[in-house]
């Protein structure tokens, strides 16, 4: 709580894409910062900029 005010002090984290602290609470594009970064954040996704690392099967070759 702030001496001034006596309102507690909103939690915040890092946003995930761009590193910028933001409040959680009433942040309808959590846990993103902004709207901005959610959707290149989805963008990244869907061009498979981002993967997961897996191990070879005897059928990958397959695919």
Same mark, same amino acid.
């Given at each position: 709580?702030?001496? #001034?005010?006596?309102?507690?002090?909103? %939690?915040?984290?890092?946003?995930? @894409? *761009?590193?910028?602290?933001? #409040?959680?609470?009433?942040?309808?594009? %959590?846990?993103?910062?902004?709207? @901005? *970064?959610?959707?290149?954040?989805?963008?990244?996704?869907?061009?498979?900029?981002?993967?997961?690392?897996?191990?070879?099967?005897?059928?990958?070759?397959?695919?």
């Amino acid at each position: 709580m702030t001496e #001034a005010t006596d309102m507690p002090v909103p %939690k915040t984290y890092p946003c995930p @894409r *761009c590193g910028k602290q933001t #409040a959680w609470q009433d942040n309808k594009s %959590k846990p993103f910062c902004s709207e @901005r *970064c959610k959707l290149i954040d989805l963008g990244a996704w869907a061009s498979e900029e981002y993967t997961l690392p897996a191990e070879t099967t005897p059928f990958s070759d397959e695919l």
